[in-house]
């Protein structure tokens, strides 16, 4: 072996030493056998070595996805409330009478009837009596006793008076108003009549009856068996138990003001605005209890001030259906 074929020799042995360890055969020169020096070539091979595998690790990382927060459930809203009043005057010929509402009833969610009185003796709901208030609106006493029977539920309407031309039977257990509002109600079903006990000159006397539980409980079960029961005192042929079931879905507590003699003559006491509040607990308590016996919700609302500092009002307010504000007309 010349000695450039020597040197090739060796050049091949340390190649195939350092691609064990790199994993590659660079070059040899090499002469094949037989071959002359011109044919001598130089060649670049190129070897992959096959090398243990290297293991792989495969790792699974598990994401929780962000939590997502649950659909709040929307609050329904309240139907618009479309409310107009008709007063106990309306039958003596005032413009402000039921046949005047008739024609815009099918537009109103509620009608308020005002307004009845306490008896200053018992300290219930006050009826079967005819006894306008004292003209004087000065008078201490102006409202006390006072009340309208005849316009309630005596007084017979005739056919052109009422809202359905049909006169009131003079055997009739129910004539006046009250009827009238009946009529009302059967030619609009969805309208609901709400009866007003108090206002402005007949609230001289819910101090005394708000101021314990027994009088609490008297006042609101004599209010509830007139009005919502229907039990009317008999007078002159009207009235009796159950003649004016039907006509009031509810009841309006007007009393102006707890706690402050509005009206002069009107009892007050600094403990009046808790007692208002525990009347309007009483009331909704025994209404609750006779729509859970009947199947129907009976309507508590009340009259309020518009500024009623000092007044419980989130208490009050949980009590009613909706509130009527007195807003001072400047």
């Known amino acids: 072996m010349g000695a450039y074929t020597r040197a090739a020799f060796a050049a091949l042995v340390v190649a195939t030493v350092m691609c064990t360890v790199m994993g590659t055969i660079f070059a040899t020169w090499y002469i094949p056998s037989g071959a002359s020096v011109a044919e001598e070539r130089t060649m670049l091979v190129t070897t992959p070595v096959t090398a243990e595998a290297t293991p792989v690790v495969t790792v699974t990382v598990t994401v929780p996805p962000e939590p997502v927060p649950p659909t709040p459930t929307p609050t329904p809203a309240r139907p618009a409330l479309r409310v107009a009043y008709v007063a106990q005057r309306g039958a003596f010929g005032a413009t402000n009478t039921v046949r005047a509402v008739y024609p815009d009833a099918g537009d109103l969610t509620d009608l308020v009837y005002t307004g009845e009185n306490l008896d200053p003796a018992t300290l219930t ?37 009422s809202i359905d031309a049909i006169a009131d039977p003079p055997d009739a257990a129910l004539a006046g108003n009250f009827n009238q509002l009946l009529k009302l109600k059967a030619r609009y079903p969805k309208l609901r009549i709400l009866v007003t006990i108090g206002g402005w000159a007949y609230s001289t006397f819910f101090s005394d009856a708000a101021r314990s ?42 009393w102006r003001w707890p706690g402050s003699a509005a009206h002069p003559g009107n009892h007050a006491r600094p403990e009046d605005r808790a007692g208002f509040v525990l009347l309007l607990r009483e009331f909704r308590a025994q209404l609750d209890a006779l729509g859970a016996a009947a199947g129907r919700h009976y309507l508590l609302t009340a009259h309020l001030p518009a500024a009623h500092d000092g007044w419980d009002v989130a208490s009050a307010v949980a009590e009613l259906d909706y509130t009527n504000i007195e807003v001072p007309v400047i």
């Open 213 to 254: 539980a027994e009088t609490r409980q008297r006042l609101v079960k004599s209010c509830v068996d007139m009005y919502i029961r229907g039990d009317l005192p008999a007078v002159a042929g009207r009235g009796g138990p159950g003649s004016a079931a039907g006509v009031f879905d509810g009841i309006d507590v007007d």
């Open 125 to 161: 709901c006050l009826n079967g009596v005819t006894r306008p208030p004292a003209a004087d609106a000065r008078d201490p006493s102006q409202g006390d006793g006072a009340g309208d029977a005849w316009a309630d539920y005596q007084r017979g309407f005739s056919a052109a008076e």
